[in-house]
C-alpha cells in the first residue's frame, strides 16, 4: 500500500506570496492532519480534515487554511507569506482520525526569503 | 503550562543495549492516545507505537514498547537491542478526546529525544 505523498518536497518563496501545499493520503484513509515544525517551536498542529470538513484547528493565523477533496486529498493554503513561516510542513493521515494512530508523509520544506 | 514533557533532550546508548525515553503527560481528559513518533534526520516521521487511555495491557512493537503508568501521566517508550539504525529524534504525543469545534491544540507533540546509538 503506498503511503502518504506530499509534494512538492521543496519550495522557496518570497515574502508576501501564497503558497498551496498537497497532500494524498493513505489509500482509504479518511483523515488528513497538517503540522507545522520548527527549530523554534517543534511541532505544533494546523488542522484535521475528514469527509472534506475540518474538524479540528490549532492555534493559527487564518493565513493558513485547508481543504480537502472527495478523494480525501487536502492541501494546505498560506498567504502572504513571512519569514517564520520556513518550516516543514508534515501532513498525516489515519483510517478515521479521533484517537487512531496517525501516518506521516515526507514533508513539504518551505523556505521564505 | 506543556502539555507532554520529554525530558531528556538527548541520549546515548551502545549497540545491543535497551533504553527508555521518558515522557509524561498532562490532561484532564478520560478518552485519549499517546504516541511515540521517530524522526531520522530525512525529516519524515514514522509511526513506532500507540497506547489508547482505556488500554489495560502497554502496547508492544517489535523492539518497541510503552510503558504505560495513567495514574502517574507516565508514558515511556522502551527500545530493546539498540541498532544503529535507531538514531533520531523521538516524539511523544498526545491526542485528547473529543472536544468542541472551538476546542485548540489538540494534538500536542513534546519537544522530542535526540537518541544515539554508538557502535
Known amino acids: 500500500k503506498a503511503g502518504v505523498t506530499q509534494t512538492p518536497r521543496y519550495l522557496i518563496k518570497t515574502r508576501g506570496q501564497q503558497v498551496t501545499l498537497s497532500c494524498s493520503p493513505i489509500s482509504g484513509h479518511r483523515s488528513v492532519s497538517w503540522y507545522q515544525q520548527t527549530p523554534g517551536q517543534g511541532l505544533q498542529f494546523l488542522f484535521e480534515y475528514f469527509s472534506e470538513t475540518q474538524r479540528n484547528k490549532g492555534n493559527f493565523p487564518g493565513r493558513f487554511s485547508g481543504r480537502q477533496f472527495s478523494n480525501s486529498r487536502s492541501e494546505m493554503n498560506v498567504s502572504t507569506l513571512e519569514l517564520g513561516d520556513s518550516a516543514l510542513y508534515l501532513c498525516a493521515s489515519s483510517v478515521l482520525g479521533g484517537l487512531g494512530e496517525q501516518y506521516f508523509g515526507p514533508g513539504t520544506r518551505l523556505t521564505v526569503t | 503550562a506543556q502539555k507532554i514533557t520529554q525530558t531528556q533532550p538527548g541520549m546515548f546508548v551502545q549497540e545491543k543495549e535497551a533504553v527508555t525515553l521518558d515522557c509524561t503527560y498532562d490532561t484532564s481528559d478520560q478518552s485519549y492516545g499517546l504516541f511515540w513518533y521517530k524522526q531520522p534526520s530525512s525529516g519524515e516521521m514514522i509511526f513506532l507505537i500507540y497506547q489508547g487511555s482505556y488500554d489495560e495491557q502497554n502496547a508492544t512493537e517489535g523492539r518497541y514498547s510503552l510503558n504505560f503508568q495513567k495514574a502517574r501521566k507516565s508514558a515511556n517508550l522502551v527500545i530493546s537491542a539498540s541498532q544503529l539504525g535507531d538514531s533520531a529524534m523521538y516524539f511523544c504525543?498526545?491526542?485528547?478526546?473529543?472536544?468542541?469545534?472551538?476546542?485548540?491544540?489538540?494534538?500536542?507533540f513534546g519537544p522530542g529525544t535526540s537518541l544515539s546509538v554508538i557502535p
Open positions: 504525543a498526545m491526542r485528547e478526546g473529543e472536544a468542541p469545534k472551538t476546542s485548540y491544540d489538540k494534538v500536542i
